[in-house]
């Protein structure tokens, strides 16, 4: 095959694909979404504000309200229902275990004002058991070699036929671009549409800190900013306080903290290990829903 056929065949795959991609807006954020039925679209949580309708751009140009039906924070992914239902041109998912690094693949994006966006590149890991720095777990994910452009986050990763791979997103990785699998979209979604999938909630800003020698432990998660009618605010906490056990679980910093909260459910009342002007303190704590998903700093 010349450079040239190539080139039209990855050109003709993009355009294909492009009918699966919509672009989705909230308040000033943009994202893309992968159309998952006539009714649903899936796209990146971390660009949605509870306080901003939000819109979905079809691939044949229609503008549609749309629901945000479920979150899950700590995988950056949420599902919207759409106010009509849209055209499902049929696309094969693979099986990410078969997927080899070095494979070609690509990156599809759709933006509200400049339409088709697309990026290539070959897969250049793809990571064991893994927890985001959110709090979420996953069976792996890919990071492909490519340029996430603003707006892309959302949109699909698809290897050289076509077949969707994942869902991209720079929201998980301290702004690097990764991929998370077919399969773990696929188990988020069947989660948000069934309603299930609710984060436990404190309502408190943290900031890992390091902890002086005596406290039996090297860091915990200090309080910075709080909601004083949250859960924790309920309860008594106070800023500056340190969080250095939830559940019987010892917490060294946010990202552990983000981890057990996944974990526990929403009105579940947990034990709480403080460090408060340097003696240790314990209350009990009824764990809260997280409200609009645009309060991204509060966990």
Not at 195 to 222: I, K, N
Not at 237 to 248: A, C, F, K, N
Request: glycine share 12%.
């Amino acid at each position: 095959m010349s450079l040239l056929q190539w080139s039209q065949n990855i050109r003709d795959l993009s355009k294909r694909v492009g009918l699966r991609v919509a672009a989705v807006q909230s308040g000033r954020h943009q994202a893309s979404g992968w159309i998952w039925d006539s009714t649903h679209l899936v796209t990146v949580e971390h660009i949605l504000s509870g306080r901003e309708e939000t819109w979905v751009f079809t691939p044949e140009g229609k503008r549609l309200q749309a629901q945000v039906l479920g979150t899950h924070p700590g995988l950056d992914l949420a599902l919207l229902r759409l106010e009509s239902e849209v055209e499902v041109v049929e696309i094969a998912s693979r099986s990410t275990p078969s997927l080899e690094v070095g494979e070609f693949a690509l990156a599809v994006a759709r933006s509200a004002d400049d339409g088709l966006g697309v990026a290539g590149g070959l897969i250049a890991c793809r990571s064991d058991a893994w927890t985001s720095c959110r709090g979420g777990r996953a069976e792996h994910f890919l990071q492909p070699d490519l340029q996430l452009y603003p707006g892309y986050s959302g949109g699909p990763l698809v290897d050289a036929e076509g077949q969707f791979l994942g869902i991209n997103t720079r929201g998980l990785s301290r702004g690097q671009a990764i991929t998370l699998t077919s399969e773990t979209v696929t188990e988020v979604v069947e989660l948000l549409r069934t309603g299930r999938h609710q984060p436990a909630y404190l309502g408190v800003g943290l900031q890992t800190v390091h902890l002086p020698e005596g406290y039996g432990r090297p860091s915990g998660a200090m309080v910075v900013s709080l909601e004083l009618q949250s859960p924790a605010g309920r309860a008594g906490s106070l800023l500056g306080d340190i969080l250095v056990e939830l559940d019987g679980v010892q917490v060294g910093g946010t990202a552990e903290v983000l981890q057990e909260l996944q974990r526990l459910q929403v009105g579940q009342v947990v034990s709480t290990r403080w460090i408060r002007a340097g003696q240790e303190v314990v209350y009990q704590v009824e764990l809260g829903q997280r409200p609009g998903a645009g309060d991204e700093t509060v966990e």
